[in-house]
């Protein structure tokens, strides 16, 4: 009856209720983008800068000459079968980026303008001799420098909010890798999930110890050689789930780290997703 009473009136069932609430569950944290987003923010960088360079008076291309597929990025595993079947490991797609590289309309037109011209057009592009110099430490040591002004600077603001801080997140968190990539390449699981490529790759025909020699060989070839290979190469990843086991000894690594980078990355992240979210509304995705 006591007992009772003191849970229905009184502090002592204000206390009884607030130790039998649920404990928050804090958030998770923030995801890295996908390729994709990854390829629309650099798109809406691009339509950025050139609202910005039209505006101080000069031409600007955007680089948009591959199209959504033809920007996938060739990873360390390749699991995507179809794809490996239409571009192989993507020689043809590096020519023909390339071609458009040795063309590039934006330093053509550069090299046209008078020097005056030329001057006034490298300010107003990344602030030119004026332009400020962010520097930033790796996790590995030393330090990277980056220029930083004019019309890249206002771009960078209008999608990140702060270019000194993601700056300064990105390169931490693409630095990370530097400091396990040696012990993750001899990790016991990893290297068993590659052996059991290599014995599938050795079945059809084509003996490489790791998905990297392979790309490698098929380049030395033809064509049609390089794609058969990489069909093979995406078939035997796909049916060892490589890409899941190396992304999950990848991600036991990353996690060891996460008590002295977490919050840089977390930072990077957050900064990526709302540059991502600011790019939907500048760019359509490319088709």
Known sequence: MVATAAVATGCGGADAVARSAPTPVPAPPP?????????????ALQHLVRQCMNRHGFE??????LTLRESRPVGYVRDDVEWARTYGYGSRIDAKYERYR?????????????????????????????????TTRLPAGGEIRKRLGG???????????????WFRTRKVAEGLPSLYGEELMKDRQLTAALGAWSRCMRGAGHPYADPPAARDGALALSFAAEREIAVADASCARSMSLRQATAARERSFQDRLRPRYGSEVDAQRRLAQRAYDRAVRIVPERS
């Open 151 to 165: 019309c890249t600077e206002e771009a960078e603001r209008k999608l990140y909010g702060d270019p000194d801080e």
């Open 102 to 134: 040795a063309r590039n309309p934006n330093g053509a037109y550069r090299e046209s303008l008078p020097e005056a011209r030329r001057t006034a057009f490298d300010t107003a592009l990344d602030g030119g001799d004026q332009a400020r110099i962010l």
């Open 31 to 43: 995801q890295p983008l996908t390729w994709q987003q990854e390829l629309r923010v650099g798109d």
């Open 60 to 65: 600007y291309w955007e680089d948009r000459v």
